[in-house]
T-cell receptor, first 116, second 113 residues
Framework: GAVVSQHPSRVICKSGTSVKIECRSL??????MFWYRQFPKKSLMLMAT?????????EQGVEKDKFLINHASLTLSTLTVTSAHPEDSSFYIC????????????FGQGTRLTVV | AQSVTQPDIHITVSEGASLELRCNYS??????LFWYVQSPGQGLQLLLK??????LVQGIKGFEAEFKRSQSSFNLRKPSVHWSDAAEYFC???????????FGQGTTLQVKP
């Protein structure tokens, strides 16, 4: 089956620093990847849609300068949380859509970000 | 606007008992529907999906779900719950033109011995 690998699984960073999270599709090409944020005991909130070779599309209310998304290849998208603050602490999950199959996406295992 | 509602925030069932988790959706077009399970601190695992065809869908781990267009529902069922089924369950609707998923609020399943 399609495998999506997300790295790191956990990261602790100091307030004011930036942290990068990687999302890789290991055995398929993903033209589109999605980034979600999940607060404790809450549902997943779509942050942005990442398209290979073009700018990401951000959902309303998501700061594009705070959450930088790059989708440089068909197998890799990155989310960089810039100038992180404690309120950015959350669980971030990516998903990747199989190329030419528009109706299903596969999820990474998530990244727990803690900003101290 | 598209939305997914899971009316039950928390459900507790005894091991061996049957289970039904409710999901209602609002979407103007033909929906693509999913159920995912999430263990604490983990990503999402797909249990089953409905795209078209037979409205009763079989998934992994003994789960099934039935799509009822007239009720805008996609309820998840399992005839006999195991202690390992305790987790968070999310229903989602997929937007056919973008691939985005809209998630419900989730239902926490607790299994009593």
């Amino acid at each position: 089956g399609a495998v999506v690998s997300q790295h790191p699984s956990r990261v602790i960073c100091k307030s004011g620093t930036s942290v990068k999270i990687e999302c890789r599709s290991l055995d398929f090409q993903a033209t589109t990847m999605f980034w979600y944020r999940q607060f404790p005991k809450k549902s997943l909130m779509l942050m942005a849609t990442s398209n290979e070779g073009s700018k990401a599309t951000y959902e309303q209310g998501v700061e594009k300068d705070k959450f930088l998304i790059n989708h440089a290849s068909l197998t890799l998208s990155t989310l960089t949380v810039t100038s992180a603050h404690p309120e950015d602490s959350s669980f971030y999950i990516c998903s990747a859509r199989v190329r030419l199959k528009n109706t299903e996406a596969f999820f990474g295992q998530g990244t727990r970000l803690t900003v101290v | 606007a598209q939305s997914v509602t899971q009316p039950d925030i928390h459900i507790t069932v005894s091991e061996g008992a049957s289970l039904e988790l409710r999901c209602n959706y609002s979407y103007g077009a033909t929906p693509y529907l999913f159920w995912y399970v999430q263990s604490p601190g983990q990503g999402l695992q797909l249990l089953l999906k409905y795209f078209s065809g037979d409205t009763l869908v079989q998934g992994i781990k003994g789960f099934e779900a039935e799509f009822k267009r007239s009720q805008s529902s996609f309820n998840l069922r399992k005839p006999s719950v195991h202690w390992s089924d305790a987790a968070e369950y999310f229903c989602a609707v997929g937007l056919s033109n973008t691939g985005k998923l809209i998630f419900g609020q989730g239902t926490t399943l607790q299994v009593k011995p």
